[in-house]
């Protein structure tokens, strides 16, 4: 799949894949200096980009696993999502769960976007729903008896 990048700034960076087998691209920090995450803080950080997702795909951005598990940073929403219609620059919200302050630098892989499809639907108001084994049980209740 072709996925269209207009950088904003021309330093931008083009998002890269790990291997040709990475589900998701990285997305760099477009930072002119280091900017500092405080302990339990979010900070929102340009990417420089906007993408051109095809009608029926989004894009997730997740954590990247090497920040996440060493640094504690994460995306604040735990995933974002890009709807295909959006055209503005990519802006990450970057928190920081840990009780240390965290820096991004310049350039810096900071998440991953996967482009993903979806099933568009359309909610209508019922006053009943069909019948399950389950039912309304939730939060555990599939688990141990």
């Excluded at 999502?81 to 769960?97: A, F, K, M, P």
Aim: hydrophobic residues 35%.
């Amino acid at each position: 799949m072709i996925v269209n990048i207009k950088k904003i700034y021309e330093n931008a960076i083009v998002p890269t894949r790990g291997s040709i087998d990475s589900a998701g691209a990285d997305l760099y920090a477009y930072i002119n200096d280091d900017i500092k995450i405080n302990p339990h803080s979010t900070v929102m950080i340009g990417t420089g980009i906007a993408v051109e997702i095809p009608q029926g795909y989004f894009g997730a951005v997740f954590a990247r696993s090497g920040i996440a598990s060493r640094r504690g940073l994460r995306p604040a929403n735990c995933v974002g999502v890009i709807d295909s219609d959006y055209r503005g620059e990519i802006i990450i919200t970057l928190h920081n769960d840990t009780d240390d302050i965290q820096f991004i630098s310049p350039n810096e892989r900071i998440a991953q976007l996967v482009i993903i499809p979806y099933v568009s639907s359309d909610f209508i108001d019922v006053d009943k729903l069909s019948e399950t084994e389950r039912g309304n049980k939730g939060f555990g209740s599939t688990g141990r008896k």
